[in-house]
């Protein structure tokens, strides 16, 4: 018999759910940094063998709104609760239990098997992740409880099979061949996005958005133009740098990610454009797919 299912994680922004997700999945497919509200979107990674099938989803970390952005991101995190055949909740050694105390307890009037996750083990002594474990419990009573460090890789074959024994039976809900239900241009505006949030400081990746407006492939190349949107003319001149030298800084390092990611030569223009307050637009938030369903 065949199963198949939806096995979502959901959490805290910067707990590692993204580094998790890549490694659930084995590919490059949620961008994962240190800094806080990196995944704006839910995004699937789907793993397929002959016997089964599991639908990823990584969210947003979950945060009380500010802006429009935000609200859309919460959408999404709290979407995920709803289609879920299994629930990853992920946490860490520095993060207290009742943290987010709202969004836990919709977690915990869920009919579907949920493991909490503790990350970054690693950085933990034994005595304090039992006292976490215990604490966890007594939150979450019924979740299955794995203390794991995705950056070392530890836990997460484990993760596997513990999700295929939950996964119920079911025929596959994507082709076989398919990695996720995004479009190739939703992963060329990430991968750029990724640079930004490793090149620029402090609020100038939050207040970046990326459109690819071209995307043309043939069999041994893909030429890409595409748009960074800032909110203020002075954010403009920071993206761009002297002489345009921290703009292509992003290009070049997004080009050397794009070519690993398509497997082909890639050729790549960026533009930088000014949109005014695009975070608390509805408008220009659908144009930008931040429309959860």
């Given at each position: 018999m065949h199963k198949a299912g939806f096995v979502n994680i959901v959490g805290n922004p910067n707990v590692g759910k993204s580094t998790l997700m890549n490694l659930l999945v084995g590919e490059h497919i949620s961008i994962a940094t240190f800094k806080a509200q990196t995944t704006r979107h839910r995004i699937?990674?789907?793993?397929?063998?002959?016997?089964?099938?599991?639908?990823?989803?990584?969210?947003?970390?979950?945060?009380?709104?500010?802006?429009?952005?935000?609200?859309?991101?919460?959408?999404?995190?709290?979407?995920?609760?709803?289609?879920?055949?299994?629930?990853?909740?992920?946490?860490?050694?520095?993060?207290?239990?009742?943290?987010?105390?709202?969004?836990?307890?919709?977690?915990?009037?869920?009919?579907?098997?949920?493991?909490?996750?503790?990350?970054?083990?690693?950085?933990?002594?034994?005595?304090?992740?039992?006292?976490l474990v215990e604490s966890w419990h007594q939150v979450l009573p019924k979740a299955e409880i794995m203390p794991i460090s995705a950056k070392v890789k530890f836990g997460v074959e484990h993760i596997l099979k513990r999700i295929n024994e939950l996964l119920p039976d079911s025929p596959p809900y994507f082709d076989k061949d398919q990695l996720t239900d995004k479009p190739a241009r939703f992963f060329v505006s990430e991968i750029i996005r990724e640079k930004i949030l490793l090149n620029y400081d402090k609020e100038i990746p939050y207040s970046v958005e990326v459109a690819v407006e071209q995307f043309k492939e043939n069999k041994s190349r893909i030429l890409i133009n595409s748009v960074v949107y800032v909110e203020r003319e002075s954010q403009k001149g920071i993206i761009i740098g002297h002489e345009g030298s921290a703009l292509k800084k992003v290009a070049i390092e997004a080009r050397k990610d794009l070519e690993k990611f398509f497997g082909k030569k890639i050729f790549i223009e960026i533009f930088v454009k000014v949109d005014k307050d695009w975070r608390s637009s509805d408008h220009e938030l659908r144009n930008f797919g931040y429309n959860p369903e």
């Open positions: 699937m990674g789907i793993v397929n063998t002959e016997e089964s099938q599991i639908v990823f989803s990584d969210t947003p970390g979950v945060l009380k709104p500010n802006y429009k952005l935000q609200e859309s991101m919460l959408a999404f995190s709290e979407s995920a609760l709803v289609d879920a055949d299994v629930l990853l909740y992920m946490t860490d050694v520095v993060e207290k239990a009742d943290k987010n105390a709202d969004f836990i307890a919709k977690v915990n009037r869920l009919d579907v098997p949920v493991i909490v996750l503790i990350n970054k083990i690693d950085l933990s002594d034994e005595q304090t992740l039992n006292a």
